[in-house]
């Protein structure tokens, strides 16, 4: 895949256009056979043009706005744009009012010059880390397509949209991983920042204490682009870390739990490599990571959340909803405002607790997810669908129980299905943890 520093360099270079780019994108997003259909819930055509035109224009005059300027970018179907419904995935929503308004990361994706390719697809909702959508279709894994595997969720059609060249970057949401596990299936590299770093103002939630807006592309330098460009901050990269003597806490408590063959060999060689490199790798228990599940037993933030959002929707046009989808958030029905308020208290000794556990240390080191993407066939079975979502978004939800942010970049050998290794930070720390992956990342490619 080609990067956003590589697209602009051609861009700079005269060597193509943003109406090139464009065309190119919408070209693979509209091929009869390929992904489009289901990776977009809405393609921005003719938008998409104006906007290459209008950026080839300005590059005409002198003014590039943003790394981004002339750049196809997908958008998720959670997020507002002006004059248009927002369905999150969904048709219980079809009848809703347009929005009045942009979202404000709406708002700076275009302001930074990008183009706007189309909404992508997504778990009706944003409630599973799979990415099935039995109203709009399930976007194929890039990997093993004869097969039919899953592209992980929720960001689905954002990462598809990536992997098929629709689109050279995408924005997704990430409340348990919804962006990190699509990249990690998908071989991309995906970036969950803290949650308030931004703004998600125009986003429908699913979670609003969890809920986290990221994007997914070929590299972390190109994640670190579009989170400054999300964040409202000056585009100014992080250098890379030096490996040499970063330690980095793998977590032996669930972390590592359950990996298939093919993850826990591609992990062990990730580690060996930056082990080489000059990194200090310590296996530590953190007890905390198996008392999460106690903690969110009645359904935690995210059923009560959603089920406050939801209830009135759901009253009228629950038949409307995917099944797997509606039952997860009538859990939150039965949570009362004291479950809620031990949820709250809960977390901000958890976080304290594991925040001292990890002190000293850099960043943790884990698989994004434990196993290679399932097959679509073999998730039919509702027994299997449900365990499967739980074991998928293990890893990612406790960084964002954690508010902390994390990077997920692949690490499998090329031919091999992907895998995913997650570099992770407490709030905060996005920049370091961004710095520490474009050096984790070179230490890879290196090997």
């Not at 970018?73 to 507002?80: A, G, H, Y």
């Not at 980095?248 to 060689?269: I, M, N, Q, S, Y």
């Not at 039919?380 to 997920?408: K, Q």
Request: net charge negative; charged share 20%.
């Amino acid at each position: 895949m080609t990067t956003l520093a590589d697209l602009q360099n051609a861009l700079m270079r005269g060597e193509t256009t943003a109406a090139a780019l464009a065309e190119a994108a919408l070209s693979k997003a509209q091929a009869p056979g390929g992904e489009g259909a289901r990776v977009f819930t809405k393609l921005y055509a003719e938008r998409a043009r104006a906007m290459a035109a209008a950026s080839d224009a300005l590059r005409a005059s002198g003014i590039v706005r943003s790394p981004l300027e002339g750049i196809p970018v997908s958008i998720k179907d959670l997020f507002d744009v002006a004059g248009e419904t927002t369905r999150a995935g969904s048709v219980a929503l079809d009848d809703a009012p347009p929005a009045a308004c942009s979202a404000p990361v709406v708002d700076r994706l275009i302001a930074a010059g990008a183009v706007l390719v189309g909404r992508t697809n997504m778990t009706e909702f944003a409630y599973s880390g799979l990415g099935l959508n039995p109203h709009y279709g399930t976007p194929l894994n890039p990997f093993d397509r004869a097969t039919g595997r899953i592209p992980g969720g929720s960001s689905s059609g954002a990462a598809v949209s990536v992997t098929d060249g629709m689109a050279a970057a995408a924005i997704g949401s990430d409340t348990g991983g919804s962006v990190r596990i699509p990249a990690a299936l998908c071989g991309l590299t995906g970036f969950k920042p803290t949650a308030c770093r931004v703004p998600r103002e125009g986003a429908l939630p699913l979670s609003t204490t969890l809920d986290s807006i990221g994007p997914l592309a070929a590299s972390v330098a190109c994640c670190a682009v579009l989170d400054a460009i999300l964040a409202g901050e000056p585009v100014d990269l992080p250098q890379p870390a030096s490996l040499a003597g970063l330690r980095f806490a793998v977590p032996t408590t669930l972390a590592l739990d359950g990996l298939d063959e093919t993850v826990g060999a591609a992990f062990e060689a990730a580690r060996e490599r930056l082990a080489r490199a000059g990194a200090r790798i310590e296996e530590i228990a953190v007890p905390e990571f198996a008392r999460l599940a106690e903690i969110n037993a009645k359904g935690g933030f995210t059923a009560s959340e959603a089920w406050h959002w939801h209830r009135g929707l759901i009253e009228k046009a629950a038949d409307r909803y995917d099944p797997r989808v509606v039952g997860r958030i009538r859990r939150g029905a039965e949570m009362s405002a004291a479950d809620y308020l031990d949820v709250l208290a809960a977390r901000r000794a958890w976080i304290a607790a594991v925040e001292r556990r990890i002190a000293g240390f850099d960043a943790l080191l884990m698989p994004t997810v434990p196993v290679i993407a399932p097959t679509i066939a073999e998730l039919a079975d509702d027994a299997r669908y449900g365990a499967a979502n739980l074991l998928i978004l293990r890893n990612p939800t406790l960084i964002n129980f954690l508010d902390g942010c994390a990077l997920s970049l692949p690490c499998h050998a090329q031919g091999t299905a992907p895998v995913g290794l997650m570099i992770a930070g407490t709030a905060g720390q996005d920049r370091r943890i961004l710095s520490i992956g474009l050096a984790v990342e070179a230490a890879l490619a290196g090997a």
